[in-house]
C-alpha cells in the first residue's frame, strides 16, 4: 500500500471551505459506491467464466476495485464522515446502471468489465485536477491498472476470430453500457449540485470548468472509449 | 505487500525431493483453490447484507482471501507449474462443501464466514511446521487476520439479543458446517497420496506427524471451533 501524503497545509484551507468539502465528500461518495459496486458485479460476472484461470482474472480485477474501495471509505472517515452515509445516496444509480447492464454471458461481462474499468480511470484522470493535493493522490492510486485488461483483449479477440458474428451483437453492447454510463453521469450530476460545482466551479469555487472545457471532457471520454473498443477489435 | 524471502538451501534441497515437492504442490494448490473459493462465496454471501456497511464487510474479508489466493497461486507459478493445473483436482471437493452449506440468510452467511476463516487459519498454523521455510512463510502470511471477525461476533451476538430462538438454529448449523468440512478433508486426505504423505510423513520424508499425532490435531482443530462457536454465544 502506498503511505497517505500528510495533508499539506493548501489542502486543509481548500477543505475548510465549506461549498469545496460538500462537493468532494460527494465526490468520494460516488466513487466508493461505484468500486464496492464494480466488485460486486465482477464477483457476479466470474460465475460465467468457462475456466479456472479466466475466473481467477475476473477475481483479481474484483480484488483490484475492492482495494479502492477501502481506501476511498478510509478517506471518507478520515474527514470525519461516516462513509456510508456518504456512499447511501449513490445506490439507486448504481442499481439502475447494472440491471440495465447485465451481461448474458461470460463474453458481455468481458467487455463490461474492460469498458467500465477504463471509463473510471478516464474520469478519475479527468477529474483529480480539480482536487485539493491529498484527494488527488488518493484518486490517481486508485487508477492503478489490476494488469487484467490484456487477458480481456486477449479472450475477446479470440472469441472474435472462432466466431466473426459474436463481433456485432459485442459492439452494440459496448453502445448499450456507454450509453447507460452517460445517462446514470447525467442523473448523478443533476442530483448532487455539490459535486458538480467542485468540476464546474461555483460562486464559491470559480475555477472549474467552464461548459466548453465539459462538453470537451465528454468528447475526450467517448475518445478514448471508442479506442478501447477498436483494442477489442469491436465498432463503437 | 510483505517481501517473499529468497530460497535458502535447505529449502531448495527440500524441494528437489520428489517426493515432498508432490506434496507441497498439492498442498499449495489445495489451499489456493480453498481461497479463490472462499472469495466466491463470501462475495455471493454479501448479497444477503441487511445493510451497506455489513455488505462492505463481507467484501473486504473477500478481498483478503482474493489476496492470499494471489500470493498461493504466484509461488505455484514460481515452482513452474501451472496453478490452475495444481488446482484443478480440488474442485470437486470446495464445490460439494458450499452446495451443502449454501447459507440460507445473512446470520448463517456470517457464521460460515467466520467459522470458515478460523478454520481455515488453524489449519494453516497445524502444517506450517512440516513445510520448507518459503512455503511456512508464505502460508504463515495467509493467517493474517482481516480484522472483520469483531465484527462477525458483533452481529451475531446481536442477533441472539434480539431474537434468542436463533442460537440453535445457528448451533445446529455450526454443527453442520464442522461436519460437511471434516468429513471433506478426509476427501481430499484420501484422494491426495503427497500431501497427506507431507503431514504424515512416508517412506521418502519419515519426518511428519504419526497417527496418533494426526488425532490430536483433529482435537485442537475441534476444540478451537468449538471455542469460536462460543465467542459468538453460540453451542457446538
Redesign the interface.
Known amino acids: 500500500m502506498p503511505e497517505h501524503t500528510t495533508p499539506s497545509d493548501a489542502a486543509a484551507s481548500e477543505l475548510d471551505d465549506p461549498s469545496y468539502r460538500r462537493g468532494v465528500v460527494e465526490l468520494l461518495g460516488v466513487l466508493a459506491f461505484g468500486e ?1 459496486s464494480a ?2 458485479r465482477l ?2 460476472d ?2 460465467l467464466a468457462p ?3 479466466d ?2 482474472h475476473l ?2 480485477m ?2 483490484v476495485e ?2 479502492h ?2 481506501s476511498l ?1 478510509d478517506r471518507l472517515a478520515e474527514l470525519g464522515l461516516d462513509p ?1 452515509d456518504a ?2 445516496p449513490f ?1 439507486a444509480t448504481f442499481t439502475r446502471f447494472h440491471l440495465q447492464t447485465a451481461p448474458s454471458d461470460w463474453l458481455e461481462g468481458l467487455v463490461k468489465a474492460y469498458v467500465g474499468d477504463g471509463l473510471a480511470a478516464d474520469f478519475y484522470r479527468e477529474i483529480a485536477a480539480f482536487l485539493d493535493l491529498e484527494t488527488r493522490t488518493l484518486v490517481l492510486e486508485a487508477l492503478a491498472d489490476s494488469g487484467n485488461s490484456a487477458f480481456v483483449v486477449e479472450r475477446v479477440r479470440e472469441a472474435i476470430e472462432t466466431d466473426p458474428k459474436v463481433a456485432g451483437r459485442l459492439a452494440l453492447w459496448g453502445r448499450r453500457l456507454m450509453g447507460e454510463a452517460l445517462s446514470q453521469a447525467q442523473v448523478v450530476a443533476a442530483e448532487h449540485d455539490g459535486l458538480t460545482a467542485v468540476l464546474v466551479g461555483g460562486a464559491d469555487a470559480p475555477s472549474g470548468m467552464d461548459l466548453a472545457s465539459i462538453g470537451r471532457m465528454f468528447t475526450r471520454l467517448t475518445e478514448n472509449h471508442a479506442a478501447r473498443m477498436a483494442e477489442l477489435g469491436l465498432d463503437s
Chains 1, 2 share one sequence.
Do not use: G, H, S
Request: glycine share 0%; aromatic share 12%.
Open positions: 464496492l466488485f460486486e464477483a457476479e466470474a460465475k475456466t479456472l484461470r475466473k481467477a477475481a483479481e474484483a480484488l475492492m482495494q474501495f477501502v471509505r456510508y456512499m447511501a445506490e
